[in-house]
């Protein structure tokens, strides 16, 4: 094996080293330095690749999280809020007998944790016989009042149904708990993506070393869920409960509802009603048995929690009340996160278990306490001081990092508020190798371990792997949020292991038959609105870039067409508020303003934000390249580099070569949409949503901007028909068939009239009222009473004659007549829209609207 690997790996003397043991390896160590007998077989493996096959690996798995859309959300960073996941090539690495103590250690801990909650929400005996201080407990708002006496009611006997443990080790080689993580514990779902990306990365490695799985513990997970669900002889439905897609771990929260096999809902997709809960689908009402939760306790429930929460679901404490639903983990749980407790387990542990704790915190002193506060600050260099609550704001000071005047000022505070501070012994962390670019390949890093805990029939089990974080420089402020990276977590086996995918309830060749998707309404309703405003991004776009090619043009015939495009622009409210007099025609910046201004609220740049903000809420159900293409046009009208949709001033000053540019990568981008939405989207009722609003918006639109063309006076009704065509999207089609200029006769058969153009009002008309009924027959509703239907009819009815040039007052007549049709037609199309939101989405007219499930 090549020494060549970790011939400039220095480890530090005062710290234990993952990857070498002996001199220098820790202080407690001797002997030459060498790697420990766990890591050799995985050294020799990438000690024999070359610096390119190694550097293709590290591309590869850069580009397997880019690919699989890994991100980690930080609000206000450069690098914009969805920021990619990092994942470091090398994977830390334990030996299976030292994994053991480890997970026998957080098992325990985890149990006597959930016993403590359910005390503390139930008899509180821990506080009455002094094991817990009553301040350290009431004091937090992570208290929360109403669960008391029902934090374990539906939960068959336990409060905590996944536990997650901070660990690190020590100078001498022990572990310690540096955290618990008790309320709803984040990271499992990127440890299961960092296991996925490595094991691609070196497939011989992983398999030669067995390799613990993950699969069998999210197994575990799941169906602890299932066997806790209060069904009473139901199938049982489990939900993920998001915060929504502007959480930092949203991503997470999107993997893991695939994974487990949970629909990812938000708090406006569940409704209380009759003690239970119920999911909003666009089948109905679908009772809710159990709920994974990533929302904040408190957030939970507007009606006893926190009345300012416009997350949660109202009434759902209720439920839990009633013994209807599981919550895991419980309301409430996360009063144990105070690092102050940590201080008061082994007592409690003795106290309810007899037993001494496997691992035992890092040494923890209470500021509120007198003994501990005098400690604190005599030996306050020793010391890492953290808030006691977890809602307070607060980073960790290093008391060996400050100078004189900042430790007198940090006692100071302290002495104010003793109750809300806890000092930690500071711990030398561990350093693991992480891969370089440079000459030195592998470098030492501070790492902290992440492991998790799932509540099962028989005890907590434990994940045979963990999230390891590593800190992004030289010291030992792990933190995602300042830019810290993970590791895979190898947990090694006494032999071969067997691979098995997580196992899935009820796959029965007929439950497989029968199986049914149950979408949320409010992820039909986003997409139903995301082909709404993809469909007015393309018309907005076809209207002013006929409008900005003619004002480039600067011909003099081109006045009356770009005169009426305003016209119509000023209909549709496009463009900004006219600081000009009325009747003077729109000018060239109104134009740039309506392509890249945000504040114009019909403009384009508004439009394409709140397309992004839509798919952003589904973006759970897209590939990975349809996302992309979105981040694409946002990045285009608000990147860095589009030096325009940053202020108004932008907006006057941008010139109309860069605005025309916009709206060409734009509509480029629009036409993508379209095709994914055709070729890449499985044909379920999401999928009839996402074509109902991209149909409805374009009848819309040509119905609007036809209607008023019709009804301009005839001189200015003939210079608008060409750019009417390039709105439609129909130039081509027409100089194709009649090879020559435009006419009004031919112009509106082809845009009105005629049933195999798919811009045409005919064409929408027809296709609305066919994927409307077979939505709601599919869905079981009632498909009669489409508004479009008479006027398809009245539509076919309309004489064509009455459009010929040489018709005099008939064709006014005519065009009148149209123009109040088209009108007829927009709002129908209107109340169709309204009709759809009733049905399907609020559910105001709902069959099922009193919590009566399909059978």
């Excluded at 996941?85 to 480890?102: G, K, T």
């Excluded at 487990?260 to 009402?285: A, H, M, N």
């Excluded at 949020?481 to 977590?489: I, L, N, P, Y």
């Excluded at 009804?711 to 439609?728: N, V």
């Amino acid at each position: 094996m090549s020494e060549s690997l970790w011939s400039h790996y220095t480890p530090s003397p005062s710290r234990y080293d993952e990857m070498l043991g002996g001199a220098g390896g820790g202080e407690v160590e001797a002997g030459p330095r060498e790697p420990r007998p766990h890591w050799r077989a995985f050294l020799s493996h990438i000690a024999a690749l070359s610096p390119e096959t190694m550097q293709r690996r590290s591309q590869f798995v850069s580009d397997a999280i880019a690919s699989d859309g890994v991100t980690y959300n930080v609000y206000a960073d450069p690098k914009g809020a969805s920021r990619p996941w990092e994942l470091d090539l090398v994977p830390l690495i334990l030996p299976a007998q030292e994994w053991r103590a480890i997970a026998a250690a957080v098992a325990q801990r985890a149990r006597v944790l959930d016993a403590v909650l359910g005390d503390l929400y139930g008899p509180q005996t821990l506080l009455a016989e002094g094991l817990l201080p009553p301040a350290l407990v009431f004091g937090q708002r992570a208290f929360l009042w109403p669960a008391c006496g029902i934090a374990t009611g539906a939960g068959g006997g336990v409060s905590m149904h996944l536990y997650a443990a901070d660990l690190a080790r020590s100078p001498d080689g022990r572990w310690w708990v540096l955290a618990d993580r008790t309320g709803g514990p984040s990271g499992a779902g990127y440890a299961l993506q960092n296991r996925m990306t490595l094991a691609r990365a070196f497939p011989d490695a992983f398999r030669a070393l067995h390799v613990e799985p993950l699969a069998p513990f999210f197994s575990a997970l799941q169906d602890s869920l299932y066997r806790l669900a209060p069904t009473r002889g139901e199938a049982p439905l489990a939900v993920l409960l998001t915060p929504g897609p502007y959480n930092e771990t949203y991503f997470e929260h999107s993997f893991l509802a695939r994974y487990l096999g949970f629909p990812l809902v938000e708090g406006q997709d569940l409704i209380v009603r009759g003690d239970c809960v119920y999911l909003k689908t666009l089948r109905g009402l679908r009772r809710v048995h159990a709920i994974l939760r990533r929302l904040d306790g408190d957030f939970c429930d507007p009606v006893e929690l926190r009345p300012d929460s416009a997350l949660g679901v109202p009434g759902l404490l209720h439920a839990i009340r009633a013994g209807n639903v599981v919550v895991a983990n419980a309301l409430g749980s996360a009063v144990l996160e105070t690092s102050a407790l940590a201080g008061f387990y082994p007592a409690i542990s003795q106290r309810l278990f007899g037993e001494e704790l496997l691992m035992p915190s890092i040494a923890t002193y209470w500021c509120g306490e007198a003994p501990s506060l005098a400690y604190v600050i005599e030996h306050l260099d020793e010391l890492v001081i953290k808030p006691a609550y977890p809602t307070i704001r607060m980073e960790a000071v290093f008391g060996h990092e400050l100078d004189q005047d900042a430790r007198a000022h940090l006692i100071q505070r302290i002495r104010a508020q003793p109750h809300a501070y806890v000092a930690q012994e500071w711990v030398r962390l561990s350093h693991a190798p992480t891969w370089g670019h440079g000459p030195d390949r592998l470098l030492p890093r501070s790492a902290t371990l992440r492991v998790y805990a799932a509540a099962t029939p028989g005890g907590y089990t434990v994940m045979p792997g963990a999230l390891t974080r590593v800190a992004p420089y030289d010291g030992d402020v792990v933190s995602m949020q300042w830019g810290g990276s993970s590791k895979d977590t190898w947990m090694l086996a006494d032999g071969p292991v067997a691979r098995v995918p997580l196992r899935r309830p009820r796959l029965r060749a007929e439950d497989v038959a029968r199986s049914v998707a149950f979408i949320p309404s409010r992820v039909g309703e986003n997409l139903f609105w995301m082909g709404r405003y993809a469909e007015r991004c393309e018309g907005i776009a076809r209207l002013l870039r006929a409008a900005l090619v003619r004002t480039a043009d600067a011909a003099p015939q081109s006045g009356p067409a770009l005169q009426s495009l305003g016209s119509v622009c000023e209909r549709l409210r496009i463009l900004p508020p006219r600081s000009s007099p009325s009747g003077e025609a729109a000018s060239a910046p109104d134009f740039v303003a309506a392509v890249i201004e945000p504040h114009v609220p019909g403009g384009l740049a508004a439009n394409v934000l709140r397309l992004h903000a839509c798919a952003n809420h589904v973006r759970e159900r897209m590939s990975t390249d349809n996302w992309h293409l979105f981040q694409r046009l946002h990045h285009r009208l608000f990147g860095p580099e589009a030096g325009a949709g940053a202020s108004p001033e932008l907006a006057r000053e941008a010139s109309l070569g860069v605005a025309l540019e916009a709206l060409d990568e734009i509509m480029m981008g629009c036409v993508a949409l379209a095709g994914f939405a055709l070729d890449d989207m499985t044909r379920d009722e999401s999928w009839s949503f996402l074509l109902l609003g991209r149909r409805l918006e374009r009848l819309l639109h040509v119905a609007t901007v036809v209607a008023h063309v019709v009804g301009l006076p005839p001189g200015e009704r003939t210079d608008a028909l060409e750019w009417l065509l390039e709105a439609t999207n129909s130039i081509v089609t027409f100089r194709a068939r009649y090879r020559r200029a435009p006419e009004l006769l031919p112009v509106l058969h082809l845009v009105v009239f005629d049933g195999t153009n798919p811009h045409a009002v005919a064409f929408q008309l027809r296709d609305l009222s066919v994927t409307f009924a077979r939505t709601a027959a599919e869905l079981g509703r009632d498909g009669r009473g489409n508004v479009l239907a008479p006027l398809e009819d009245a539509l076919l009815r309309a004489p064509l004659a009455g459009f010929e040039p040489e018709s005099g007052e008939v064709l006014e007549a005519a065009c009148a007549e149209l123009g109040a049709l088209l009108d007829r037609v927009a709002r129908a199309a209107w109340s169709l829209s309204d009709e759809l939101q009733s049905r399907f989405f609020t559910h105001a007219k709902s069959p099922f609207a009193l919590g009566i499930e399909e059978p």
